[in-house]
């Protein structure tokens, strides 16, 4: 008789998905879920806020625009979500490293709790009126974006990013042409690595369809939406730190 595949708990399954030994498996599951978080983030955060807050192209870009047109305002803010980005991501190597050096058992879970625990703080982030708080609204969710951004190129080896829509839209495309080049000239060229994109357009549909639930869910709720991707990732980090914390 064939051995009936072994089904996790959910408190198990979360310390698999977020401990130090890794598998392609593990890292692709995480990386859904965590795609799925950032899409409603900055979809639901450019419904609250009236900007993205993963898309430091644009940034870049608009603080290029702003200085040329004399926005200068404009252009600060701009650099400060940069900067909020830039620091999240440092902070979440930081926490890795710290945790790796200490021998915790739960290195990735650690950002990921920090995460989840500044979206449980973004979920307040209606009492913050006025053009300064909404500044330090967008600021906030650019540094938990950084942070997940960093966390997930970590875990992963720089194989998988789940803000990176751009970059993984552009694999896509290679992937398809390819494919096209391999079917026109058969036996000539690489031909695309199916793996690889099925991985992306599972990633991209799903930050799409977190996209959606954010918008959604910001313009019924408001600023508490943030509590469900809150509570997601803490689901998925604090079980790993439970068990280091039992067994220190």
Same mark, same amino acid.
């Given at each position: ?66 200085? #040329? ?138 930050? #799409? ?40």
């Amino acid at each position: 008789m064939t051995p009936r595949p072994r089904i996790l708990r959910p408190i198990a399954l979360a310390r698999v998905l977020t401990g130090h030994r890794r598998s392609r498996g593990s890292d692709l599951v995480l990386a859904t879920v965590l795609a799925a978080v950032a899409g409603a983030s900055n979809a639901g955060g450019f419904f609250a806020l009236g900007a993205y807050t993963s898309h430091m192209t644009g940034y870049l870009s608009q603080v290029a625009d702003s200085l #040329v047109i004399g926005q200068v305002r404009v252009a600060l803010v701009a650099v400060a979500a940069i900067g909020a980005f830039v620091t999240g991501a440092a902070f979440s190597t930081i926490l890795i490293n710290w945790a790796r050096i200490r021998h915790v058992g739960g290195q990735y879970a650690l950002p990921i709790a920090v995460q989840g625990g500044l979206l449980a703080c973004f979920a307040g982030g209606g009492v913050f009126t006025g053009e300064w708080g909404r500044v330090f609204s967008l600021t906030c969710l650019c540094f938990i974006m950084g942070m997940q951004n960093a966390t997930i190129t970590k875990i992963s080896g720089a194989r998988i990013r789940t803000t990176h829509a751009t970059g993984m839209i552009t694999d896509i495309g290679i992937e398809l042409g390819r494919a096209a080049f391999r079917r026109a000239h058969p036996g000539r060229g690489r031909g695309a690595d199916r793996t690889r994109l099925a991985i992306h357009l599972q990633l991209v549909g799903t930050f #799409v369809a977190g996209g959606v639930a954010g918008a959604l869910g910001f313009a019924h709720a408001g600023f508490a939406f943030a509590l469900l991707p809150a509570a997601i990732l803490l689901a998925l980090s604090v079980p790993a730190l439970w068990r280091r914390r039992g067994r220190a």
